[in-house]
């Protein structure tokens, strides 16, 4: 004799089926943040950035959630004699929002003719000169 199971009652023995405990019953909380780093060491070593200027510029221009000044704790920014550390609390935070307020700051010292942000890294930038040349050197360049 064959029976046939009706759909109720596949359920109702399903509710008494119990998992097995995962073995990772303890859950930490992890804050995950996300470090960018600003090299400024050829600028700074001639004298033409201030380390100082440009770590208040970031702090008092950085958003965050539509926020400016960007919230305590939402945003940590370290300062060395030529870099700068900016660590975001929130993982989303974009490490291309650092790259244009550091153009901006650049543009607002009248610097962006003469100093470029260049990746250099997975988390960072570097501030380097532009390579200009010369008169001499533009010349032996025509006559070859």
Known sequence: ??????????????????????????????????????????????????????????????????????????VDITRSSDSLKVVFMNENASKRYIKYLTKKYLKKQQLKDYLRVIAAGKNGYKIVYYKHQTNDEADEEEDE
């Open 1 to 74: 004799r064959t029976e046939t199971l009706s759909l109720n009652a596949i359920y109702s023995t399903s509710q008494y089926i119990k998992m097995a405990p995962s073995k990772n019953t303890k859950k930490t909380a992890k804050t995950a943040s996300k470090k960018v780093t600003v090299d400024c060491k050829a600028p700074v070593e001639d004298k033409v950035i201030d380390v100082a200027s440009f770590e208040k510029f970031l702090k008092d221009k950085i958003k965050v959630n539509n926020k400016c000044p960007a919230p305590a704790g939402a």
